[in-house]
T-cell receptor
Framework: GENVGLHLPTLSVQEGDNSIINCAYS??????FIWYKQESGKGPQFIID?????DKRQGQRVTVLLNKTVKHLSLQIAATQPGDSAVYFC???????????FGRGTSLIVHP | DSGVTQTPKHLITATGQRVTLRCSPR?????VYWYQQSLDQGLQFLIQ???????AKGNILERFSAQQFPDLHSELNLSSLELGDSALYFC??????????????FGPGTRLTVL
């Protein structure tokens, strides 16, 4: 299976700043990663994904970076807004697996 | 709104009891996944059903069981409940059988409290 963990349990930023949430994984066979956002009282919601043959993928205000050499991925949120306050999870899939393994989550707090 | 519904929203029960959690997937989705989320364990995969058949099994206790019915809704049965079973239980659904690019859509969860 995949062992996916997050570096920081809580990240506090000011509105308008850029946020960076980090995630480490242990299985070098992992070939697909997903970031989820979970708001208070709700289930996780897909944000962005990336395959291992890419090192960067951009969405709307979000960018995921993958460094396979050090088995690390990050989620960058540009111009962070109060509505971005949530817990963010990374999840990984290795070849042949159908079920992602989730990290513990980082709580992002955006101060107005 | 993800389109996945779960009932009940909250459940309070006593140790030793049995409960049933219900999930209705998004229209058209054939897979249903069950996850347990607790403060110390994060989001743990329990079991997946695809079109009525068990597809994958995770860290599901023998006291727990699930099934998916012909109308594709699913139930998770938790028996001989212990204090440590208190957690949020999420159901997710996806169109396909799982794997990359099979986005999972999560329901709002059922909060189970065992006293």
């Amino acid at each position: 299976g995949e062992n996916v963990g997050l570096h920081l349990p809580t990240l506090s930023v000011q509105e308008g700043d850029n946020s960076i949430i980090n995630c480490a994984y242990s299985n070098s066979a992992s070939d697909y990663f997903i970031w989820y956002k979970q708001e208070s009282g709700k289930g996780p919601q897909f944000i962005i994904d990336i395959r291992s043959n890419m090192d960067k993928r951009q969405g709307q205000r979000v960018t995921v970076l993958l460094n396979k050499t050090v088995k690390h991925l990050s989620l960058q949120i540009a111009a962070t807004q109060p509505g971005d306050s949530a817990v963010y999870f990374c999840a990984g899939l290795s070849g042949g697996s159908y079920i992602p393994t989730f990290g513990r989550g980082t709580s992002l707090i955006v101060h107005p | 709104d993800s389109g996945v519904t779960q009932t009940p929203k909250h459940l309070i029960t006593a140790t030793g009891q049995r409960v049933t959690l219900r999930c209705s997937p998004r229209s058209g989705d054939l897979s249903v996944y069950w996850y347990q989320q607790s403060l110390d364990q994060g989001l743990q995969f329990l079991i997946q059903y695809y079109n009525g058949e068990e597809r994958a099994k995770g860290n599901i206790l023998e006291r727990f069981s699930a099934q998916q019915f012909p109308d594709l809704h699913s139930e998770l049965n938790l028996s001989s409940l212990e204090l440590g079973d208190s957690a949020l239980y999420f159901c997710a659904s996806s169109e396909g059988a799982g794997g990359p690019y099979n986005e999972q859509f999560f329901g709002p969860g059922t909060r189970l409290t065992v006293l």
